[in-house]
């Protein structure tokens, strides 16, 4: 099973397609995290990257796309996977697209997990992240057993630089402007689905289990 999960910054994207993966067995790809890896390992990518992020803009296709491509080519993927943050642009997703009908293949859903602007900038306010094994927390609604701790890894969970308000609003300027036109392109192909994301993450879970089968 193929799924791509869409929303706006802090729809909880994340959130939910940790729990698709695990429940189904499949990877869940993030571009967001490999990038914020990459950025913690201070290689190339993650300095470029990192410039960017920090903005609130999109890292430029040319760089996304590939790291894309080589990460579902590899054999954890062979079975499926939901990508979390990819793809945000047109472009990118007439990529993905193509990739895949050289395959004979396909992606099966595109879950749009919708929360309005009001909810986002309070939630991300909030939210705490485990850069090693991407693991998200909230401070009042998904908290974890021991402050500032991973419960998976044990590592420290840190504010993510690009959380800041005056960063969050550009995110989602960035979104309207870039992301949401995917909503039209994966409606025309017939796999759009929509959860209401503002549901606690369990009813949201459920939700998309009933439409994932
Ligand atoms: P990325 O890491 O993908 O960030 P994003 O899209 O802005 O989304 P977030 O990770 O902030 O939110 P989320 O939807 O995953 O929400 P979460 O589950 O954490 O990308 C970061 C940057 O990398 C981009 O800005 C861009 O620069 C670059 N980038 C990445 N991919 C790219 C691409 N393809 N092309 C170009 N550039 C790219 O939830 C948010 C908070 O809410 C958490 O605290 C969570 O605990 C809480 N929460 C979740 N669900 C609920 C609920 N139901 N009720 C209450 N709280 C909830
Ligand atoms: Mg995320």
New binding site residues.
Partial sequence: MKII?L???????????KMIAEKYSIPHV????I??ANIKNGTELGKQ?KE??DA??????EL?VKI?LDRVAQEDCANGYVL??????IP?AEVLEDALKKLGDQIDYAIN?DVPDENIVR??S????CLKCGA???IE??PPKQEGICDTCGSELVL?D??KPETVQK?LQ??HEQTQPLIDFYTERNILKAVD?????K??FNDIIAILG
Avoid: C, N, W
Avoid at 84 to 89: A, E, Q, S, V
């Fill in positions: 999960m929303g706006a910054p802090g729809a909880g994207k994340g959130t939910q397609a993030s571009t967001g995290d990038f914020r990257a960017y992020m609130g803009k999109l890292v430029p296709d996304t894309l979390d943050g990819f793809p945000r642009t990118q997990v939630r991300m909030g939210r705490r992240a998200t927390y909230h609604h998904i993510r690009d959380d995110r960035v979104y994301g503002t549901k606690d993450m009813e949201v």
